[in-house]
């Protein structure tokens, strides 16, 4: 296969879906993020997508990108260096709860245009960009499990299999991102989390840590009413 062919095959728009595959994959997205002892692992794709964020708006703002870790109790950890304070400090640490509800949108916006075959590959080349930034074993066997299902569905799956694949995807991300925002609030009710973003966000700025975690829920909340208006049947 040459490039023409690999260039057509990735943006060829494919036909929608049907309804029930659409509801279907929302819904074992939901059961993905509801039920506890499945949230404990699908939420290691979460913090790849935070964390991802966190690194990817360092560099945006021109700060010094030192490295990613993730860590098997879902936790992560981004490292970049430059100025203390000022814009690009406070945009790096903003951008990580937001990122898995952006993300969805994003992708919720290319499966309402068809674009399924691109979003899959796009997630691909996000995967392999930030494999370059990972400081620690299990977080390059995430990222390289998570980036491996990609590519066996979008290189050997069925039209009908890269379709499911991609909605759940997508489904999951518009749906996960809204549930740290509520962990966090709990947390920060009963004293935890000194360390979170809220928190760092809430230093540098001066506004509150708890209005934070509210402008955090309020998109994703947006982005999940919004992408799902897209993906549900008309």
């Known amino acids: 296969m040459d490039f023409a062919q690999l260039w057509d095959r990735v943006t060829a728009v494919q ?15 939901f059961l993905a993020v509801a039920v506890r002892p499945v949230w404990t692992w699908t939420r290691t794709v979460v913090t790849i997508a935070h964390e991802g964020g966190h690194g990817l708006t360092a560099l945006l ?17 981004t490292v970049s260096s430059g100025r203390p304070t000022g814009p690009g400090m406070v945009l ?34 996000l995967l392999a960009a930030m494999l ?3 400081r620690n074993l299990f977080g390059v066997a995430a990222v390289l499990v998570t980036g491996g299902a990609f590519v066996a569905v979008s290189w050997y799956g069925t039209a009908e299999w890269q379709g499911a694949f991609a909605y759940l995807g997508v489904w999951f991300l ?30 540098l700025t ?29």
């Open 132 to 134: 370059l930034t990972l």
């Open 206 to 234: 001066g506004v509150p840590g708890a209005l934070w975690v509210v402008v955090f829920l309020a998109v994703a909340l947006a982005c999940l009413g919004l992408g799902a208006a897209w993906l549900l049947p008309r």
């Open 92 to 125: 790096t640490a903003a951008a990580g709860y937001p990122a898995p509800s952006l993300l969805g949108l994003g992708g919720a916006a290319l499966l309402a245009a068809g674009r399924i075959t691109a979003l899959l590959w796009i997630g691909i080349a």
């Open 15 to 29: 036909p929608d879906p049907p309804h029930w595959l659409v509801w279907s994959t929302a819904a074992v997205a």
């Open 174 to 203: 518009l749906l996960a991102g809204v549930r740290p925002m509520l962990e966090l609030w709990v947390t920060r009710r009963r004293g935890g989390a000194p360390g979170s973003d809220a928190d760092q966000l809430a230093r």
């Open 61 to 77: 703002t021109r700060r010094r990108l030192s490295g990613i870790r993730l860590h098997s109790d879902t936790s992560g950890l």
